[in-house]
């Protein structure tokens, strides 16, 4: 008899457990990186505090109505695109040829549909370009000149390349090409390596992205970024690849990740941490921890993501000095994050 | 006693179910589709079969010498790029703009570094281009004129894109554009399709892959394309996206898709049947047939794979009529599929 009753204590601990934590929730992130507080000035923190703020705002708005998770994450990447802050939209970094060439991907956990697009030059907001093929075309990743030509096709907002351009980022850009011939003229023996250095390591973050719980129990996640300061040969990180920087599917979970994306590419870092969930039992917790706390740094890569799981538990895992990130739910209270806790 | 004696006796077939079945072994496939033998000339039956034997017998010399796996899947693929027969190198199809735009990928298991080009046009073998952003840049995916420019600032063999052009290809785009045009007349009310039609099945397929064992147990995979006949806007399918249409773990497997692209990236393919093994514990037969048998039909899409774990197990599983199909090990003996068993 006692062990009938502690067996159904176990069980009521258990569904209510299971049962959704939040009615829905949004979080984002600004990207992963050598985020040192005491080399943040005060009104830069401002800054990002108040991006971030409206990008959770942004969704907040559209979840608290009962609209859907996908039209809450386009919205928040759409704000974090337009803030020249941040690696994504306007404020992208430079490439080698000084072009600024972005990518984006969106997935709906609900369909399991997804979009992307990569390297393109001429759409304010890749990330509704992203929605665009995946909503209006029957492909799911489009790249370059073509890409751009959809989404003008599509009706989107179509700007000058130069409407990318930040003083800041050129900077960055003139500073990273300085140290690199330099290296490259030291190191020019080392020929695996010969053709890419990139010192800074802050080179390769600021990735935005956005992942939702709405109202209805469907998930969402989207990505956007551009790229690695200084990048050539029309490199693609893991922001446009679904499965590496995104993935959403309500029977587990959404991802959006930032960081080193080659490592993200070859982990398949989203897609696993809902396979790690799926096949292997494990809570969303759990999986995210296993990717960006051992698995990436055991390879070698780091960064951090955010993802939510069906029942409105989100993570915000990170291996590297801080990641922008916060979080709004129900409460309508954004909850917002650089440095480590 | 007795069960101690039935334990011990489960335990040693454990441990010889868990051995290496084969020495080496090399899989390679020319695509899936709707392949009918009512169609098949014998003559055209010989050419495809004459074209796999070459495939497997480039890589079994470099297996049976002692190489890697990952050296075989490049020789095998090589083979297969220059046959015109297969869509990928010589022999891809076209896109809507009358050019041939060619997407490769390779991981390898023992390191699990990968390598992928997307939308090359100069390369004579895409597939030895992935494998050199592989080994030599830090990056693991370029596309368009860099990759291009990439390939050709490491020393490999560049061709006039007309290199690229059958007449047999360029037949089948005026064929599906008069088609297409057709059809966008009549369905122009259906928005959602309405710049896509591709009635054809086989526009989507004829892709070719290849995964190895090799005698120090290591896996390794490769993939390459030319893709859609007509596809538009820079479409990017599966075959360059790692985790999608190639994966690598001397963990689990290696595996190389062909098929409907766009539902091989939305199932992330190649990785999902490697988590099934990892996570969910089952064999790579149970895995690759639940993805393919099950999974991809019930998302709309179909295609098939080629596999092997690290015991020499190999799996071919197609939901189409037909794979070009094949494999090769230490007797030295290629055994050569194109219909259903």
């Known amino acids: 008899m006692k062990y009938l009753f502690l067996t159904m204590l176990c069980l009521l601990a258990a569904a209510v457990q299971a049962q959704q934590k939040r009615d829905f929730v949004l979080v984002v992130h600004g990207g992963a990186g050598t985020i040192l507080k005491s080399k943040m000035t005060t009104e830069r923190e401002k800054q990002y505090n108040a991006g971030l703020k409206s990008a959770l705002e942004a969704g907040y708005t559209i979840l608290e109505q009962g609209g859907s998770a996908l039209d809450a994450v386009e919205a928040a990447v759409k704000v974090l695109e337009d803030n020249?802050?941040?690696?994504?939209?306007?404020g992208a970094v430079f490439t080698n040829e000084g072009r600024n060439e972005l990518d984006?991907?969106?997935?709906?956990?609900?369909?399991?549909?997804a979009g992307a697009v990569?390297?393109?030059?001429?759409?304010?907001?890749?990330?509704?370009?992203?929605?665009?093929?995946?909503?209006?075309?029957?492909?799911?990743?489009?790249?370059?000149?073509?890409?751009?030509?959809?989404?003008?096709?599509?009706?989107?907002?179509?700007?000058?390349?130069?409407?990318?351009?930040?003083?800041?980022?050129?900077r960055a850009?003139?500073?990273?090409?300085?140290?690199?011939?330099?290296?490259?003229?030291?190191?020019?023996?080392?020929?695996?390596?010969?053709?890419?250095?990139?010192?800074?390591?802050?080179?390769?973050?600021?990735?935005?992205?956005?992942?939702?719980?709405?109202?209805?129990?469907?998930?969402?996640?989207?990505?956007?970024?551009?790229?690695?300061?200084?990048?050539?040969?029309?490199?693609?990180?893991?922001?446009?690849?679904?499965?590496?920087?995104?993935?959403?599917?309500?029977?587990?979970?959404?991802?959006?990740?930032?960081?080193?994306?080659?490592?993200?590419?070859?982990?398949?870092?989203?897609?696993?941490?809902?396979?790690?969930?799926?096949?292997?039992?494990?809570?969303?917790?759990?999986?995210?921890?296993?990717?960006?706390l051992r698995r990436l740094p055991a390879l070698g890569g780091d960064g951090g993501l955010i993802a939510v799981d069906s029942h409105g538990n989100i993570v915000m895992p990170f291996n590297t000095e801080g990641m922008y990130r916060g979080y709004i739910d129900e409460k309508g209270k954004p909850e917002i994050k650089i440095y480590k806790d």
């Not at 984006?104 to 549909?113: E, L, N």
Request: proline share 2%.
């Open 104 to 113: 984006a991907s969106v997935m709906d956990g609900k369909s399991r549909s």
């Open 173 to 292: 850009l003139q500073k990273i090409k300085a140290e690199d011939s330099l290296k490259t003229e030291l190191d020019h023996a080392d020929k695996k390596d010969g053709s890419f250095h990139f010192k800074n390591t802050d080179s390769k973050f600021g990735t935005v992205g956005a992942v939702a719980l709405d109202k209805n129990g469907s998930l969402a996640a989207a990505t956007s970024t551009g790229g690695m300061t200084n990048k050539r040969y029309g490199r693609v990180g893991d922001s446009p690849i679904i499965g590496a920087g995104t993935y959403a599917d309500n029977a587990t979970c959404a991802v959006s990740c930032t960081g080193w994306g080659e490592y993200f590419i070859r982990l398949v870092m989203a897609k696993t941490v809902s396979d790690m969930m799926e096949f292997g039992k494990i809570t969303l917790k759990e999986a995210a921890e296993e990717m960006i």
């Open 118 to 170: 990569a390297g393109v030059t001429t759409v304010k907001n890749p990330v509704s370009a992203a929605r665009r093929v995946m909503e209006k075309s029957s492909h799911v990743m489009m790249s370059g000149a073509g890409a751009d030509r959809f989404a003008a096709e599509q009706g989107l907002e179509i700007v000058d390349p130069s409407y990318f351009f930040t003083e800041d980022r050129y």
């Open 84 to 90: 020249a802050l941040f690696n994504a939209g306007r």
